[in-house]
T-cell receptor, first 117, second 115 residues
Framework: DTAVSQTPKYLVTQMGNDKSIKCEQNLGHDTMYWYKQDSKKFLKIMFS???????INETVPNRFSPKSPDKAHLNLHINSLELGDSAVYFCASSQEWTSGASYNEQFFGPGTRLTVL | AQKVTQAQTEISVVEKEDVTLDCVYE???????LFWYKQPPSGELVFLIR??????QNEISGRYSWNFQKSTSSFNFTITASQVVDSAVYFC????????????FGTGTRLKVLA
């Protein structure tokens, strides 16, 4: 059984379009994340949700909007896609959010490779 | 500010050689956690180890071992008798245990194990 799943795995789209990436975890974790990995493999956190509440919002353009309908799902919607948005986007989850910090290991999804033409 | 440095961008070794991946971190916190993750060519990140700042014991898991030294702010990872399947990008990461949470990743080290 897949612990953290993302759809789609590949996404190719034109500049200016709006697209969504879905993420689901079946681990019963409270906290979910979105990361962006650029072409140089640099991995940077974008958002984090704990029990459907936004707890981390890094300096991300407001064209990116996360949505968590329940604690098992965290979707990422991107408006007006730009060339610089091309990257691999990873969803992750971890157990327990304690005292404002999460230091448990994170379980990552397979990634969504977004290519903006 | 917190920072994780993996100075080795890419390492190539021949199968069965030992290899050490370096990780140096910066933090003003006294309590923190360090991690290593593996990202094989398939792309998914896989958790390898977590270490808290109070536990400086070295750890060995099969061919993998980790050397944590607070005095030098380093958390190095050694693979003994490397195998082709060890080829991957390895990330070191740091997180706080209080205040504003942030999971800081290093830039990764690409390890190529040649047959």
């Amino acid at each position: 059984d897949t612990a953290v799943s993302q759809t789609p795995k590949y996404l190719v789209t034109q500049m200016g379009n709006d697209k969504s990436i879905k993420c689901e975890q079946n681990l019963g974790h409270d906290t979910m994340y979105w990361y962006k990995q650029d072409s140089k493999k640099f991995l940077k956190i974008m958002f984090s949700y704990n029990n459907k509440e936004l707890i981390i919002n890094e300096t991300v353009p407001n064209r990116f909007s996360p949505k968590s309908p329940d604690k098992a799902h965290l979707n990422l919607h991107i408006n007006s896609l730009e060339l610089g948005d091309s990257a691999v986007y990873f969803c992750a989850s971890s157990q327990e959010w304690t005292s404002g910090a999460s230091y448990n290991e994170q379980f990552f999804g397979p990634g969504t490779r977004l290519t903006v033409l | 500010a917190q920072k994780v440095t993996q100075a080795q961008t890419e390492i190539s070794v021949v199968e069965k050689e030992d290899v050490t991946l370096d990780c140096v971190y910066e933090t003003r916190d006294t309590t923190y956690y360090l991690f290593w993750y593996k990202q094989p060519p398939s792309g998914e990140l896989v958790f390898l180890i977590r270490r808290n700042s109070f536990d400086e014991q070295n750890e060995i898991s099969g061919r993998y071992s980790w050397n944590f030294q607070k005095s030098t702010s380093s958390f190095n990872f050694t693979i003994t008798a490397s195998q082709v399947v060890d080829s991957a990008v390895y990330f070191c990461a740091l997180t706080r245990t209080s205040g504003t949470y942030k999971y800081i990743f290093g830039t990764g080290t690409r390890l190529k194990v040649l047959a």
